[in-house]
């Protein structure tokens, strides 16, 4: 995102002041739950790599109270859901919990506040991306990619380590080497194009993105 | 019996030559016994997944679901969707439900599929392949064809995190499920109900971008196999049949454990009971090799 659509996608946001709970009902999915969270800790216990995260979603939603929004946006949380679900069949107040904790990874994602280089948010933009160019993902081109992500030296050093495992893969024809040159696809690719930009183009309105 | 048929969603890692291609191979083979005809979703696309969420937002992953859903409506109406997938059948499902509930993402959604001269009524119904076995067949319907039996194999049943929750199979508990150890004892084979790894998250689509902390939950999740003394795991979900699988090795070398538990598909043993080969089962498929059961196909 360009510096000009950070300035005014923050423009945008003057309207909610300093209210971020605001904020986060009307321009986070599923965000208008958060409010129902009665702060009883199930789901801090929850996650499978909790221990390594600073804000469990508990605190996520005690700060988002609180107004606590550079802290919560910028925050490496929300990045760590393995989507493994527990809380969401635990929350006693039905929070749809995973499912915000993506929606507020999302937002920091798109506002351009999400940390830099966070691997999770590397890796999920090359994902999504990866399976929109062909409707269908990629899992050569998107591993290599992921290998190279911090660039060529420590790239080889990575697909050097990974390699008897890729080359275990290929023998035992779950890795097609010729993925490279394109790969599976939907036929219909400039329908399936079409769908995901107009769904982007009502969504950006909705929340007011502007790019 | 009659023949059932369904709309199958496959979803990418179950293409041929993709990490789970040994599950289609095998899914097919237990279908062909159990009289069930699976028809693709004419051009199908990718779910989204767990991880789509980032930069797809909402609306674009639930409209790339809805053209699934479109294309499955107009050309095999009336029949359910069924992924094998649990991450394809959570975002079919969560995008159906999303779209159930609220007419204006419906409305929205169109106004994208219409870009693409398609329509969604409504009407899908998504199910995972493991609903179809057990509501549609039943255990006992099951057994009717098995020619052989997975006897003196002892089998770790773990579900993982997809299948299971949020959605999860009818009339099972989330913290402990019993399908699929009741499937393997359908079978003949020795179900260790007490593995207490059985709900556990192997680290999903994080295994690549966390590696470290991932494999600390694929090392419990084997070495708790071990423990309860398991010969093999079984698992319904690709991401965590390849991720506990795969990593094995790596975990070897980082951490000098000998981990060599092969990880298969229900499917797989399915294909094998019903007197498969070990190729229709994708048995070929394994990274590290299911000795046993290859010496039940073979015999
Ligand atoms: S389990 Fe639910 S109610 Fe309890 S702290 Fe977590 S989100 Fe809040
Ligand atoms: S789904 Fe995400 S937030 Fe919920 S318990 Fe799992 S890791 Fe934690």
């Not at chain 1, 999302?106 to 830099?116: E, F, M, S, T």
């Not at chain 2, 019996?1 to 993709?18: D, I, R, T, V």
């Not at chain 2, 050309?75 to 991450?87: E, F, N, S």
């Not at chain 2, 998250?201 to 999740?221: M, T, V, W």
């Amino acid at each position: 995102m360009s510096n000009a659509n950070v300035q005014a996608n923050l423009s945008n946001l003057a309207r909610y002041q300093n209210n971020f709970l605001r904020e986060v009902e009307e321009r986070v999915e599923e965000g208008h739950m958060v409010k129902m969270c009665m702060q009883c800790g199930v789901c801090a216990g929850s996650c499978p790599f909790g221990p390594d995260w600073e804000h469990s979603p508990q605190k996520i939603f005690m700060m988002i109270r609180a107004g606590k929004r550079e802290e919560v946006l910028g925050s490496d949380s929300m990045f760590m859901c393995t989507s493994c679900y527990n809380c969401i069949v635990r929350c006693p107040r039905e929070l749809p919990i995973t499912h915000i904790m993506h929606g507020l990874a999302n937002y920091a994602h798109r506002l351009g506040l999400a940390p830099k280089g966070q691997p999770t948010r590397v890796f999920a933009t090359m994902f999504w991306n990866n399976l929109t160019k062909k409707g269908r993902v990629n899992e050569l081109t998107l591993t290599l990619g992921l290998y190279f992500k911090d660039g060529l030296v420590s790239g080889i050093k990575t697909a050097l380590g990974m390699q008897s495992i890729g080359l275990a893969m290929l023998l035992a024809k779950r890795l097609n080497p010729m993925e490279i040159f394109g790969g599976h696809g939907v036929k219909d690719l400039k329908g399936f194009h079409a769908i995901v930009a107009k769904a982007k183009e009502i969504e950006d309105r909705k929340k007011g993105f502007t790019a | 019996m009659a023949k059932k048929e369904y709309a199958f969603y496959p979803g990418c890692s179950s293409q041929l030559k993709a990490s789970a291609s040994n599950y289609l191979v095998s899914t097919n083979a237990m279908c062909k016994a159990l009289d069930v005809k699976l028809t693709e979703i004419p051009d199908w696309n990718c779910c989204g997944a767990s991880v789509g969420y980032c930069e797809g937002g909402e609306l674009p992953r639930i409209a790339i679901n809805a053209r699934n859903f479109a294309q499955a409506e107009t050309h095999l109406p009336g029949q359910d969707i069924v992924a094998t997938c649990a991450a394809c059948w959570l975002g079919a499902r969560e995008s159906k439900e999303r779209l159930d509930a609220s007419s204006q993402l419906m409305k929205e959604t169109n106004e994208a599929l219409a870009a693409a001269g398609l329509h969604y009524k409504g009407e899908v119904n998504i199910r995972h392949m493991v609903e179809v076995l057990i509501e549609d067949f039943g255990y006992d319907e099951l057994k009717k064809p098995m020619k052989k039996s997975l006897e003196g194999i002892k089998f770790a049943g773990y579900v993982g995190c997809q299948t299971n929750r949020p959605f999860g199979i009818d009339g099972e508990s989330f913290e402990n499920p019993l399908y699929l150890d009741k499937m393997v004892e359908t079978f003949g084979g020795e179900a260790l109900t007490s593995y207490d790894q059985k709900v556990a998250c192997c680290g999903g689509a994080l295994a690549f971008s966390e590696p470290e902390k991932s494999q600390k939950q694929i090392r419990d999740i084997v070495e708790s196999a071990y423990d309860h003394g398991a010969e093999m795991i079984v698992t319904p979900c690709p991401l965590c049949q390849a991720n506990v699988e795969v990593y094995q090795s790596e975990i070897n070398k980082k951490q000098g454990t000998k981990l060599n538990m092969p990880v298969l598909y229900y499917s797989q043993l399915m294909t094998i009971a019903y007197g498969g080969s070990a190729k229709e089962a994708g048995l070929n498929g394994q990274l590290i090799r299911a000795e046993k059961l290859e010496r039940i196909a073979g015999k």
